[in-house]
């Protein structure tokens, strides 16, 4: 329900369609503003700038992010290719490759990748406090859209919870533990963790809480 916002509404998009959508801002928008007042214009008023394809990171930390929500679909996320695509030494095998690349839509990524991830979603689920928080949750890869006047706002939540008024914030870092905060602060965590809560309380009327859950994307691999 919308109770502060001239709208405000849960949209089903897709991940791409969510950042295709330019005519609302969102933190990493307003990032890039700060960055560069230019940038942004040219980027997503004038569009003469073309918008940065996701990075390999990116698109691994999607893909993380999901088969934790969903460990069920992890198989169905990625696909690793078969030895008879790949030389002895694991280059690609030219057009053998090129054709099983072209049958499968999902990430496709190497068999370390893959074990790595495996271990990312174990080592969530197997911690107690992570495990039981996300039983709770009610909604996973929502995007919200609001807008006040001409000002439009967007956020994609990777889980909240109205029952336990929680949003749930996914983080894989090379630095989960202690020194992950100070790294949250230079990446501006907390810019994101206020425009979230917003975003929850247009769409909910109710205010919420903030958790992350931070897992190494390097062994051990470990959750806070």
């Not at 496709?108 to 979603?121: F, K, Y």
Request: net charge negative; proline share 6%; glycine share 4%.
């Amino acid at each position: 329900m919308a109770t502060i916002s001239d709208y405000c509404e849960m949209r089903p998009c897709s991940l791409d369609e969510y950042h295709a959508e330019l005519e609302h801002d969102s933190p990493s928008s307003l990032a890039l503003f700060r960055q560069s007042p230019k940038l942004y214009y040219h980027r997503r008023i004038t569009k003469r700038f073309p918008q940065p394809a996701p990075t390999r990171a990116m698109l691994m930390g999607t893909a993380t992010h999901a088969a934790i929500l969903e460990p069920e679909t992890l198989d169905d996320l990625f696909a690793i290719p078969p030895r008879e695509v790949l030389t002895s030494d694991g280059a690609r095998r030219g057009k053998a490759y090129d054709a099983w690349a072209e049958a499968h839509t999902q990430l496709i990524v190497t068999q370390a990748e893959a074990d790595a991830i495996r271990w990312m979603v174990d080592s969530v689920h197997d911690n107690p406090a992570a495990a039981e928080l996300l039983e709770q949750i009610e909604y996973t890869e929502k995007s919200i859209f609001w807008r006040d006047g001409d000002v439009g706002g967007k956020a994609r939540f990777d889980a909240a919870s109205v029952a336990i008024r929680t949003i749930v914030d996914i983080k894989t870092s090379h630095e989960p533990g202690e020194e992950w905060g100070k790294l949250a602060a230079r990446l501006g965590a907390h810019n994101q963790a206020a425009w979230y809560l917003d975003a929850f309380r247009r769409m909910f009327g109710v205010r919420a809480e903030m958790i992350h859950i931070v897992v190494g994307n390097e062994p051990p691999y470990e959750c806070f």
